[in-house]
């Protein structure tokens, strides 16, 4: 399978500033990526997707970056809460039968307040 | 509207022991699945089916099987459980195959001894 790999394992942030994860993928073919929250014993959590059509995409203080050339995905949250602490991860996909997603292993954010 | 339901939350078997995972979601989707999760690795995906009475193999299917009956329920089944599927096991469902997030339950922590 296809690997999708994350920079940092964790990360700490001061509360109220920017945090960056990011994440690497090997397919040149993967065209549509999730960013999961996964809270300690909760399963996890959709926080944004965008498709290989796009470079950016913004939600509710969170955007997240497609640099397809270098095949890299980065998920910025801005004013960062301790709400926020959780692993976060990606997942890319590809048109494969099944709709076979492949997961990072996750970047562990800690928000200190 | 419960979403992705899991039973049990944590489960303890003897090697050998049989066993079958409940998952349940109430949003009418065609799309299930089944993944692990293990320390240092991201989520690996099991069993998947499209839609009821279609179940296929996904990542890491040995040791497990699936069936779908109906679309509400995709119960995954150890037939005789080894130390190697002790893991956290997630249920998932989407709209459908394709560029669709999935939503993921809250869990099953399984220990085989």
């Known amino acids: 399978g296809e690997s999708v790999g994350l920079h940092l394992p964790t990360l700490s942030v001061q509360e109220g500033d920017n945090s960056i994860i990011n994440c690497a993928y090997s397919?040149?073919?993967?065209?549509?990526f999730i960013w999961y929250k996964q809270e300690s014993g909760k399963g996890p959590q959709f926080i944004i997707d965008?498709?290989?059509?796009?470079d950016k995409r913004q939600g509710q203080r969170v955007t997240v970056l497609l640099n397809k050339t270098v095949k890299h995905l980065s998920l910025q949250i801005a004013a960062t809460q301790p709400g926020d602490s959780a692993v976060y991860f990606c997942?890319?996909?590809?048109?494969?039968?099944?709709?076979?997603?492949?997961f990072g292993t996750g970047t562990s954010l800690t928000v200190i307040p | 509207n419960a979403g992705v339901t899991q039973t049990p939350k944590f489960q303890v078997l003897k090697t050998g022991q049989s066993m079958t995972l409940q998952c349940a979601q109430d949003?009418?989707?065609?799309?299930m699945s089944w993944y692990r999760q293990d320390p240092g690795m991201g989520l690996r995906l099991i069993h998947y089916?499209?839609?009821?009475?279609?179940?296929d193999q996904g990542e890491v299917p040995n040791g497990y099987n699936v069936s779908r009956s109906t679309t509400e329920d995709f119960p995954l089944r150890l037939l005789s459980a080894a130390p190697s599927q002790t893991s956290v096991y997630f249920c998932?469902?989407?709209?459908?195959?394709?560029?669709?997030?999935?939503?993921f339950g809250p869990g099953t922590r399984l220990t085989v001894t």
């Open positions: 397919n040149s073919a993967s065209d549509y």
């Open positions: 089916s499209v839609g009821a009475g279609i179940t």
């Open positions: 997942a890319e996909n590809y048109q494969n039968p099944g709709n076979q997603f492949y």
């Open positions: 965008i498709r290989s059509n796009m």
């Open positions: 949003m009418n989707h065609e799309y």
């Open positions: 998932a469902s989407s709209y459908s195959q394709g560029f669709y997030e999935q939503y």
